[in-house]
Structures are given as structure tokens and as C-alpha cells.
């Protein structure tokens, strides 16, 4: 299984990014997708999942009516939707993959991670 995230960037508050993760191996019908990040001297903190069939989500609350994690099925692509960023959203974004339908917050539950995009917000 891989996966790599890419769409990072330099963005202002009240900007938006359209984070993508392409992936290779996963077996959609069985796995779930997730988005952790980690800032400069922080613990890395998850951010959504969702389960690749079946629809079931999870969002930190913080990004709640702001991010949209979604899933292409026909390109095998995950991505987050970053809508209203803030500078306190400014770290480096991985996805990650589970070999269950879990869509807990728990980083624990993911055994495939993709290398990190950095998403910067300028104030």
C-alpha cells in the first residue's frame, strides 16, 4: 500500500487548499482514510476520516464546517478541503490509510501513512 499527499501550500487566513492523496493497494471496500497534521514542537493531531465506502466520518471539531475529507473511488484519490484557513491550521498535513472502516481519531488505527505536505497560513 502507498499513499502521497501533495496540494500544500502558502495560503492567507480566509484562504482555502485543496489537499489530494493518491493511493495504491488499499482494498476500498475494507479500508478508511484519514487526515493528521503536526505543527513545529506539537504532537501530530488528527484532523478528519472517513470511511472509503459506507460514508461515516469524523472531524476535530476545530475544522468542523470548515474541511471537507471526500474519496474518488475511480481515480483511487483521497482529499481534504480546506475552506476558512487560519494561521493556527499552518502544519505539516499526512493521510493515512486503516486496514478497517474505523474512522476514529486514534493515529494508532492507521498502518499506511503517506509522506507530509506542508500547508502554511500566512495572517
Known amino acids: 500500500v502507498q499513499l502521497q499527499a501533495s496540494g500544500g501550500g502558502l495560503v492567507q487566513a480566509g484562504g482555502s487548499l485543496n489537499l489530494s492523496c493518491a493511493t495504491a493497494?488499499?482494498?476500498?471496500?475494507?479500508?478508511?482514510v484519514a487526515w493528521f497534521r503536526q505543527a513545529p514542537g506539537k504532537e501530530r493531531e488528527f484532523v478528519a476520516a472517513?470511511?472509503?465506502?459506507?460514508?461515516?466520518?469524523n472531524y476535530r471539531d476545530s475544522v468542523k464546517g470548515r474541511f471537507t475529507i471526500s474519496t474518488d473511488n475511480t481515480k483511487s484519490t483521497a482529499a481534504l478541503q480546506m475552506n476558512g484557513l487560519q494561521p493556527e491550521d499552518t502544519a505539516v498535513y499526512y493521510c493515512?490509510?486503516?486496514?478497517?472502516?474505523?474512522?476514529?481519531?486514534?493515529?494508532?488505527?492507521?498502518?499506511?501513512w503517506g509522506q507530509g505536505t506542508q500547508v502554511t497560513v500566512s495572517s
Open positions: 493515512a490509510a486503516s486496514y478497517s472502516s474505523t474512522v476514529t481519531h486514534n493515529s494508532y488505527a492507521y498502518k499506511y
Open positions: 493497494g488499499l482494498a476500498f471496500s475494507r479500508n478508511s
Open positions: 472517513l470511511s472509503w465506502y459506507g460514508g461515516r466520518s
